[in-house]
């Protein structure tokens, strides 16, 4: 898929997220979060929902969570508008509760259609739902920090998935956050290992590299605008 036709598959996506009814979600949103970043980034980034900035603002990670969620890909010298950032479900779920299992069904086909779009190397969840939609079977506590192979019904035909906690458990609590960082560390020779693994070649060339170990860009990026705030609701 070009980067023309990977953009327009992502917009048209996004597209039908805003005008979506599929579960109760719908009735409280004030804005459908599509997600967002570079379509030809390797890496895709999963949260569990939209909070109260993000569904404010339409955007995903804008809020306190948000900007450690930045510090976090700092650490590693990545930036997020290399990456593509989307969440489980695309509405906010009331009071931030977690989404329910019929939610998180509902939504699946618009995640499991972004990483056909983009077709990552590395998705990292973020939070327990997001890493039991790719690990089933296992606990956050046990997967953190750790990579595996993704089942390709994802979406995601020829990628890892490595888990790291949610920001927002990670503002709750230090020890998490400072887990978080250690975990994050991990995350550049994860990439690499995905690399490897994808039909034994690794990507094309990239017309657009950031800092060293970062995610390749097949293309010239998006522009994005930046993010100032951000919050989730774990
Ligand atoms: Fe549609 Fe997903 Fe929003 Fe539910 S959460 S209304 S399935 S976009």
Same mark, same amino acid.
């Given at each position: 898929?070009?980067? $023309?036709?990977?953009?327009?598959?992502l917009?048209?996506?996004?597209?039908?997220v805003?005008?979506?009814?599929?579960?109760?979600?719908?009735?409280?949103? $004030?804005?459908?979060?599509?997600?967002?970043?570079?379509?030809? $980034?390797?890496?895709?980034?999963?949260?569990?929902g939209?909070?109260? +900035?993000?569904?404010?603002?339409?955007?995903?990670?804008?809020?306190?969570?948000?900007?450690?969620?930045?510090?976090?890909?700092?650490?590693?010298?990545?930036?997020r508008?290399?990456?593509?950032?989307? +969440?489980?479900?695309?509405?906010?779920?009331?009071? +931030?509760?977690?989404?329910?299992?019929?939610?998180?069904?509902?939504?699946?086909p618009?995640?499991?259609? *972004?990483? *056909?779009?983009?077709?990552?190397?590395?998705?990292?969840?973020?939070?327990?739902?997001?890493?039991?939609?790719?690990r089933?079977?296992?606990?956050?506590?046990?997967?953190?920090?750790?990579?595996?192979?993704?089942?390709?019904? $994802?979406?995601?035909?020829?990628?890892?998935?490595?888990?790291?906690?949610?920001?927002?458990?990670?503002?709750?609590?230090?020890?998490?956050?400072?887990?978080s960082?250690?975990?994050?560390?991990?995350?550049p020779?994860?990439?690499?290992?995905?690399?490897?693994?994808?039909?034994?070649?690794?990507?094309?060339?990239?017309?657009? *590299?950031?800092?060293?170990?970062?995610?390749?860009?097949?293309?010239?990026p998006?522009h994005?605008?930046?993010?100032? *705030?951000?919050?989730?609701?774990?």
């Amino acid at each position: 898929m070009t980067a $023309t036709e990977r953009r327009a598959a992502l917009d048209a996506i996004a597209e039908e997220v805003r005008a979506c009814t599929a579960c109760r979600l719908h009735a409280g949103r $004030t804005r459908a979060v599509p997600g967002e970043g570079n379509p030809m $980034t390797e890496v895709v980034l999963v949260g569990e929902g939209p909070g109260v +900035n993000e569904d404010r603002l339409g955007r995903p990670f804008v809020g306190r969570a948000g900007e450690l969620l930045v510090r976090l890909l700092a650490s590693i010298g990545w930036r997020r508008e290399d990456v593509f950032i989307t +969440n489980i479900v695309k509405c906010r779920p009331p009071d +931030n509760r977690d989404p329910e299992p019929d939610e998180v069904a509902a939504c699946a086909p618009f995640l499991r259609r *972004q990483l *056909q779009a983009i077709d990552p190397a590395l998705v990292v969840t973020l939070g327990r739902h997001s890493m039991s939609m790719f690990r089933p079977g296992t606990t956050i506590s046990r997967s953190h920090g750790t990579a595996a192979p993704v089942d390709p019904a $994802t979406g995601a035909a020829r990628a890892h998935v490595f888990a790291l906690y949610h920001p927002a458990a990670a503002l709750r609590a230090a020890a998490i956050e400072t887990a978080s960082f250690e975990d994050v560390a991990r995350v550049p020779v994860a990439l690499e290992e995905a690399r490897r693994s994808r039909d034994g070649a690794t990507t094309t060339a990239p017309a657009s *590299q950031p800092p060293e170990g970062g995610p390749a860009l097949v293309d010239a990026p998006a522009h994005l605008p930046e993010s100032d *705030q951000l919050t989730l609701f774990t």
